[in-house]
């Protein structure tokens, strides 16, 4: 069964664990049919833009009912934050609200990002909170040199 309701309302009486999120996102995958993060926010037809948002990460709105995410053109991990905001979307967004992402620190947002990208968290979390382009922690082709002294 999924704990997780489409429906939003407070559940800051809930306490969450790494075990239950797991469950709700192996849940949320088998309902929606997918491991794509963008697939996924399609589906539960949430608006995603990408705009120009200076120091700011990223950008959960309700608006006319609908629900609006803006990304920061300038995040190198796009798709990471898209997750990330879904994550706290599920968990503690409630309607009427406008929530400003400029640190990412929400644990069950964090948990719910890694289990679905099927990631460590603590990759999650350093590709998230520090600078974009960082060779030494990301790098998509690995390079080795040798020299001969």
């Known amino acids: 069964m999924i704990r997780i309701k489409l429906q939003i ?6 306490i969450f664990t790494k075990e239950n999120i ?3 996102v192996q849940s949320i995958k088998e309902h929606y049919q997918t491991n794509d993060i963008y697939k996924l926010c399609k589906r539960l037809k949430l608006n995603i833009f990408s705009n120009e948002l200076g120091n700011v990460k990223g950008i959960l709105q309700f608006h006319k009912g609908k629900v609006i995410v803006h990304i920061n053109t300038n995040m190198e991990y796009k798709g990471i934050l898209l997750s990330y905001i879904l994550g706290y979307f599920f968990f503690h967004a409630q309607t ?8 990412v620190a929400c644990r069950e947002a964090l948990i719910f990002s890694s289990e679905f990208l099927n990631q460590p968290i603590s990759i999650v979390t350093v590709k998230l ?4 382009g960082n060779p ?4 998509s082709k690995i390079e080795h040199k040798f020299y001969k002294e």
């Open 136 to 139: 030494f922690f990301f790098t």
């Open 129 to 132: 909170n520090h600078s974009s």
């Open 96 to 103: 009427n609200q406008t929530i400003i992402f400029k640190e």
């Open 9 to 14: 309302y407070n559940r800051s009486d809930t």
């Open 22 to 24: 797991r469950e709700d």
